[in-house]
């Protein structure tokens, strides 16, 4: 007998912390989470999150931001050992990201630097509220959030996995909204 197999999207939303704003001028990863959606359905149980270990000190501007201190981390894994482990979680799913260009800039610079090659497709949060929201001029992920009329705790907010959650729950909102005219993926290939 014939098995029916029915094709459901797949997405990882993901989320970077880091030192600062600059991956070609020093900056590194501190945090990164991600979560899979499945079709319409968030899986907030099988996660990957890990502190990471930038082998160099932690501004002040970057911990008052995220909360993210030089001790939480000092005994983090490195991103040598983390990156591989999030690709691998990613798999063949699509990337979502809250101003994706941010954090591929620093999944670019570490397949650059691991010598990996890869073709990453991102759909950006940004992209799908500018199409939603054409006549509003600001796309972060508060104004969003408030927007879809969704709420995250203030401790969460800066925070891999609390990020994480609310962009995948304004993701599904907006993507539902926009049916099939929704944006498509930015292709990132190194």
């Known amino acids: 007998m014939a098995q029916l197999m029915l094709a459901i999207d797949e997405f990882v939303v993901f ?54 201190t030089n001790e939480m981390v000092a005994g983090a894994p490195t991103v040598e050992e983390v990156f591989p482990k999030f690709l691998e979680f990613v798999g063949g799913a699509w990337l979502v990201a809250q101003n994706a260009k941010f954090d591929m800039s620093f999944i670019t610079k570490y397949l650059m630097q691991f010598n990996m090659r890869k073709t990453l ?14 006549s509003e001029s600001r796309h972060n992920l508060d104004v969003i959030a408030k927007r879809l009329g969704l709420s995250i705790a203030p401790e969460d907010r800066h925070r891999s996995i609390g990020d994480v959650r609310l962009t995948a729950q304004a993701f599904m909102q907006m993507k539902n909204k926009l049916g099939d005219n929704y944006p498509s993926p930015e292709k990132w290939t190194v």
């Open 121 to 134: 497709e991102v759909y950006d949060t940004i992209a799908f509220s500018r199409r939603v929201f054409p």
């Open 15 to 68: 989320d970077l912390e880091t030192t600062g704003l600059s991956p070609w001028g020093g900056d590194e990863m501190i945090e990164i989470g991600a979560m899979r959606i499945y079709g319409d359905e968030l899986d907030e149980v099988n996660v990957f999150h890990s502190l990471v270990n930038p082998k160099r000190l932690i501004p002040e501007e970057a911990s008052r931001v995220n909360g993210i």
